[in-house]
Structure formats: C-alpha cells, structure tokens
C-alpha cells in the first residue's frame, strides 16, 4: 500500500524499511475485523509467533493520562535496554522538546487513520546505541477508552553514541527517518511545522 516518506534535511545514512516491517504490516491487513481497525480481541498472538518478541502493545494518550505507555511489551525491547520496560512511559526516554510530537503523532494514528514507521536513535547507560526501526498500526480502543496501538521493532546498528544521565537505563532522540502508512483512509498532511517538530534540527 502507498506511504508518505519523509526524510529530515540532510537525512544520515539510514537503513530502508526492513522485511521484518513489512511482514508485520501484512499480519496486521490480514487481522479480522468489522471495521477498518481492529480490535485487540481481533488479534491472534498464535499468527505472530516468530515474531512475538519483537512486538508491543502501546496505549496512547488521553485527556487525563498524556502519554504513550508500554502496556505490553515483547521480549526483544527488555533484553536490548537490559531493563523491564512494561508499563513505562515513553515520554520519560524522550526529550522534553520533543513530546508534544510525539503525542500528536500518537494521536494522528488512531484518529486519521494511519500506520507510521520510523527509524529513532536509542542511547544506553552502558554505552552503546542502536537505531530502533518502529512500525505501528492502530487498534480500536479498550472498553475504558483508552487508545490502542500494535508495533513492531527491530534494531540496526548506530555507531553515533550520546553520553545520558547516570541511573537513565536509556534516552532516546527524535525520529531520523519517517513515514506515514496509507491503511484506507489516506495519509496526514506533511507540513514544514510538522517536519520542524518530528526531526527538529537533524541535519542542520
């Protein structure tokens, strides 16, 4: 299906989407549904068995709960931070700078609707970096309300560390390369501000 790919100005030398995205995004179109989004009941953990690990169930913002939170977390995210990431909100790896981004791109997932991949640089206390290649499609709320999201991750090699605070088990920075994923109902509006938010000063 087509996607909207945006590069940040001056991109870096970035992997391409992997095999491993797009397979994920075929397990996702071949989810059952009523609709055109499905719901967590809709999704057989048994049909991703390969590559359960490598997936996420994400819980996005609401009105009284302004985060994006690791509500379950495949084996793969834990065993590469060395840390237990379940229930964690992303934000609190994320710049400040960058969570109103982060949050508005949350939103634009499961109110277009939209999948979104990305490439984001993740730095640990350890020191070591990788490039994490995310890949995210929405699923109908909880019966609280609560906005939903499937991913998928994979990890490349990133040789640009960043030194972090002592006691964070990780800081991640903004997107380097993104894309917006048609799923039927076309892709969000690229603009300048939006570009400006996402990347930030990459490649400036």
Known sequence: MPSAHIAPPGRMNTPARSSGSYAFESLWRSIPRSGAVPARSDFNPALAAETLRNILLVEGPTASRPGVYLRLVG????ANVQHNMTGQNWLDFLPAQYHAAALATARLIWEHPCGIWQLTPLHYERGYSQLLEVTIFPLR???????????HIEF??????????RGSVLSV???????????????PEWTEERS???????GQ
Not at 75 to 78: E, F, G, H, R
Not at 177 to 186: P, R, V
């Open 173 to 187: 920075e903004t997107a380097v390369d993104f894309a917006f994923i048609n799923i039927g109902a076309g892709v």
């Open 156 to 165: 490349h090699a990133w040789s640009r560390w960043q030194r972090i605070a």
């Open 196 to 202: 400006e938010a996402i990347f930030g000063g990459a």
């Open 75 to 78: 084996d793969a995210l834990n």
């Open 141 to 151: 709320p909880a019966p609280d309300g609560t906005p939903l999201m499937l991913a």
